[in-house]
């Protein structure tokens, strides 16, 4: 081989060196965003003792977070368009760290929330890149692998939360109690930055753009309108002071559409291209996203409080089955990459329909055995379901981004976190309100039934995303 040869060869390999280590700082990055979301449920009675935070201020702990980080990724997208990616996700990996030590040195309960809502508007900005990042990062035959991967990461450490914040909690580091969950970030974080700083490349600034303040303005204030009364309906109920909300949140949505539209034929630069919904498959597979993360996170919170409440499991058996769900999971998340590749959408079609039959036949044993449930038995349904699961949700964004062209693929970063945390919201408040306030048993099998069945309805959608070439999956090395 030729000396020419063999420079091109190191070059290619030191490229995707490079471009897997820039993809382990988001990968850390979308770690500590995730798990952030639910750790703080292990920690909250402990907070609130030291604190003497109200339950105003607690239900603030919890959902500052969320409604800071939805509420600004869209903006958080066009500022890295505008600033360049690296910039921005560098930008925000050091804000997240800096506000988790604020978290973690707080002296009462409001200067805790208001660190808080600063760790969610920096968790969006390092989320809001994440998409740019890899698809600009990895050829297009290596999509598959790397969403599988980021979507195994970011499902994991939601789970992983309580389970982390319970041992930081029992261990006590340094005697720092549940100022430890937050803390942990700092080395984390830092870690994080460097591999960013050392390998991430390219995200260069967009040209001079200016950014849509009066759009940032109606995104931001819509989604806050919208998702905190679902918040609030997840608590209370559906009162018609937040019905009216809710009615005011869509409104502003339409006003900003409508917004988006008219800046895009004046030439300007909107915080959201719509003709992203050109595509078909980004179409239908934006509904399914939505719809998907409304129904996965209502049936964590609904699964754990049935096998707790109702079947009267401990929290170390409970802890146990969601372990073997989040493995089924995994699994179905590395078997997506031989399934999608072979038989495509209709994969992802029976993965949810396999999670649905699961849910059903659980609705069903349950009612037989009038809520006995032999956890040995539920072992295979369990695994299945999740295996149904990582399946289903690991693929649907590469399938649904593979329409686009890279440029149109990279503006999708901060659509797609937007629409997963707005399914979030609507499915607990959903869920909460319809099933969970009793507790019975009655609605727990009513709530899986419920569950089967939109699975089906989504089984059904999913094939009628339209069908695109694509490269064959390539493995790492």
């Not at 390219?202 to 759009?215: F, H, S, T």
Request: hydrophobic residues 55%; contains cysteine; charged residues 10%.
């Amino acid at each position: 081989m030729s000396g020419a040869g063999l420079a091109t060869i190191k070059t290619q390999l030191r490229e995707e060196y490079t471009a897997w280590l820039a993809f382990a700082a988001c990968l850390i990055a979308v770690f500590m965003q995730m798990i952030d979301v639910t750790i703080i449920n292990t920690a909250l009675p402990s907070l609130t003792a030291d604190l003497g935070a109200s339950r105003s201020a607690q239900l603030l702990v919890i959902s500052g977070y969320s409604l800071a980080f939805a509420c600004t990724l869209l903006t958080a997208a066009r500022v890295g368009a505008m600033v360049g990616r690296r910039a921005m996700f560098l930008a925000s990996v050091a804000a997240f760290t800096a506000a988790s030590v604020w978290c973690g040195l707080a002296s009462g309960a409001t200067e805790l929330v208001i660190a808080r809502v600063v760790q969610g508007a920096a968790g969006a900005g390092m989320a809001a890149q994440t998409i740019a990042i890899l698809t600009a990062g990895f050829p297009r035959e290596r999509h598959p692998l790397v969403f599988a991967l980021y979507g195994g990461v970011a499902g994991f450490a939601g789970m992983l939360g309580p389970i982390v914040g319970g041992v930081l909690l029992t261990v006590d580091l340094g005697g720092w109690g549940w100022r430890s969950v937050f803390l942990i970030n700092l080395p984390i974080g830092v870690f994080a930055f460097a591999l960013a700083w050392r390998y991430l490349r390219g995200g260069v600034p967009e040209g001079r753009q200016r950014l849509d303040l009066g759009g940032a303005a109606l995104s931001a204030v819509g989604l806050f309108a919208l998702i905190s009364a679902l918040a609030e309906i997840q608590q209370y109920g559906w009162r018609l002071d937040l019905v009216v909300l809710i009615g005011a949140g869509l409104v502003l949505t339409i006003v900003f559409l409508v917004h988006q539209r008219r800046r895009t034929a004046r030439g300007g630069h909107p915080l959201v291209r719509l003709d992203l919904f050109d595509d078909r498959r980004f179409r239908i597979g934006s509904l399914l996203v939505g719809a998907f993360f409304g129904l996965f996170t209502a049936f964590v919170f609904a699964a754990s409080i049935t096998m707790q409440d109702v079947l009267g499991y401990s929290p170390l058996l409970t802890g146990l089955v969601m372990t073997l769900f989040a493995l089924g999971a995994g699994s179905g998340a590395i078997g997506s990459l031989i399934l999608v590749n072979r038989w495509g959408i209709r994969a992802l079609a029976a993965g949810i329909a396999q999670y649905g039959g699961c849910l059903a036949a659980g609705a069903v044993y349950l009612h037989l055995t009038s809520g006995e449930m032999n956890p040995l038995l539920a072992a295979g349904p369990v695994f299945l379901a999740g295996f149904g699961v990582g399946l289903f949700g690991v693929q649907l964004q590469p399938i649904m981004l593979s329409g686009l062209d890279p440029d149109r693929m990279a503006e999708a970063s901060g659509v797609l976190p937007t629409v997963e945390q707005v399914g979030n919201a609507v499915g607990l408040a959903v869920l909460t309100t319809v099933f969970f306030r009793s507790h019975s048993l009655g609605g727990s099998i009513m709530m899986m039934a419920a569950v089967a069945v939109v699975a089906m309805i989504l089984a059904v959608a999913t094939l009628a995303m339209t069908e695109h070439r694509r490269a064959p999956v390539t493995t790492v090395g």
